[in-house]
C-alpha cells in the first residue's frame, strides 16, 4: 500500500474507535435502564429522601439545614404517612412482589449515626421498614454509624442497606477505573462484611453520566438513586429521582402533588 494512503486509513480506524466506543456507552445505557414488567403500578410508589434527623440551627450552614430535619418533623411525618394511608416498604419487597398495597420507601443518604439514635427507634416502635445507603469506608467513624450499629438494625428485619459507594467521590469527574471500584467494591464489601444482597446503590451528590449507570448495571445492582428532586420513574430503576424531605417540607402537599402525576403516568402506559 502507498504510504500516501496511511493517513487517511488511520483517520478511519480512529473514526471506527471512536464510533464503537459510543456504540458500546448507549448500549451500556440501554441494558442500565431496563422497563419493569409492573411499570403501570410502580409509579405510585414515592421515595422520599432523607440525611440528617437531629436537632440543627445554624443559619450560617445552609447546606447542613438543608439537609436535616428534626426528629420532632421527622415523628410528625410518620403520623402524616399513616394518616394518609401509605406503608412503608423496601426496595427488596418492590422487586420480589411483596409491598404493601399503598407503599412508600424511606431512604437515607450517607449512614449517618443519628439513624442508629433518632430513626430506628421509630421504626422499632412502629415496626416500619426504611433503607439506608452506606459509605463503606465511613463505617465505624466519628458521626457516622458503626458495624455494630448495622448488624443490629439488620438482625431487626426493619432495615435494608444501599450502597453510597467506598468513599462518597463524585463519580463522573474521577477515572473511570477508580469509579468502577467505589460502585463495585462497596457492595463486595457490604455483602461480605453483613452477609446480605445489596440490590440498591445511591449516587454520591446525584451525579452520572452514561458509563456511571452502565458501571452500576454491570455491578449487578437493581435500582439506583439520584438526589434530583422528584417523581421516581420506575420504569427506569437505575435512574430513579426522589423527593427531598427537611423541615421545610410540606408532605402532605407533596404527596398529593405525587399522587396527581402517577396517576397521569398510569394512564399513559396502560
Known sequence: MSERFLPAVEMTIIMLKKIWVILILFAGLAL???VLADATSTPATPVLMYHYVRDYNR???KIGMNLSISPANFHKQLDLIEKLGYTPTTFKAIKDGTAPAKPIILTFDDGYRDFYTNVYPELKARQIPAVTFLIYNALDKKNYLTKDMVREMLASGLVEVGSHTLNHPDLPYIRSAKALREIT???IFLERDFNINIITFCYPYGQINKQVVADVAEAGYTYALTTKHGLAD?????IMDRYRVDNRTNLASQL???EIKAAKIKTRYQ
Request: aromatic content about 6%; proline content about 18%; charged content about 30%.
Open 234 to 238: 420506575w420504569r427506569q430503576p437505575l
Open 185 to 187: 467494591d462497596s457492595k
Open 256 to 258: 398529593k402533588q405525587h
Open 59 to 61: 443559619p450560617n450552614d
Open 32 to 34: 442500565a435502564t431496563p
